[in-house]
């Protein structure tokens, strides 16, 4: 049970350049998240799906977007990647039973020089 | 603006002394959740807590929520090297958004 798998781990683009984060979960989740993490800063959410066929915006969307393909993936494209998005990206998921609980994936490390 | 706020940023004891982490925020939260995150690797949930004045026990870590639902608290008894990483707490908001606080970053020297 591989839970929430994230693709690639270390990536490191030139400005201007894009690319798509992969998440992939085998739960059976209704709700998947991105988030990004930098020093001192904690986790902020950057686009979330309640649900497959619908996503919204968090606390930092400029920049991005995303694609809820089905239930199980979630993907994050960066179209112009900046410096300023240099960061750790995780996704999650979650399932609301009475009171929601995040599981998270190992993270992607994106350096944008 | 962080929506939860943490406190300390950073705390660095010796094996064996107690700590207490605090999570704190002006909005009201269904329910509320702490992490742990080791290097290299992503957040782990340690517990939720739902009801307002719940008190949860794990081995050595007790959870607070408060009466209000505001806020939270970690303590350890004994702290161990194990103990060492960045503990965060969540909120659940609505619409299944999680909003973290910044972090405290713990290291327990043996």
């Known amino acids: 049970n591989a839970g929430v798998t994230q693709n690639p781990k270390f990536q490191v683009l030139k400005t201007g350049q894009s690319m798509t984060l992969q998440c992939a979960q085998d739960m059976n989740h209704n709700s998947m998240y991105w988030y990004r993490q930098d020093p001192g800063m904690g986790l902020r959410l950057i686009y979330y799906s309640a649900s497959e066929g619908t996503t919204d915006k968090g606390e930092v969307p400029n920049g991005y977007n995303v694609s809820r393909l089905n239930k199980r993936e979630f993907s994050l494209r960066l179209e112009s990647a900046a410096p300023s998005q240099t960061s750790v990206y995780f996704c999650?998921?979650?399932?609301?039973?009475?009171?929601?609980?995040?599981?998270f994936g190992q993270g992607t490390r994106l350096t944008v020089v | 603006t962080q929506l939860l706020e943490q406190s300390p940023q950073f705390l660095s004891i010796q094996e064996g002394e107690n700590l207490t982490v605090y999570c704190n925020s002006s909005?009201?939260?269904?329910?509320l959740q702490w992490y742990r995150q080791e290097p290299g690797e992503g957040p782990v949930l340690l517990v939720t807590?739902?009801?307002?004045?719940e008190v949860k026990k794990l081995k050595r870590l007790t959870f607070q929520f408060g009466d209000a639902r505001k806020d939270s608290s970690l303590h350890i008894t004994a702290a161990q090297p194990g103990d060492t990483g960045l503990y965060l707490c969540a909120g659940a908001g609505n619409f299944n958004k999680f909003y973290f606080g910044s972090g405290t970053k713990l290291n327990v020297k043996p």
């Open positions: 909005s009201v939260f269904s329910s």
């Open positions: 807590v739902v009801t307002g004045g």
């Open positions: 999650a998921s979650s399932e609301i039973k009475g009171y929601t609980e995040a599981f």
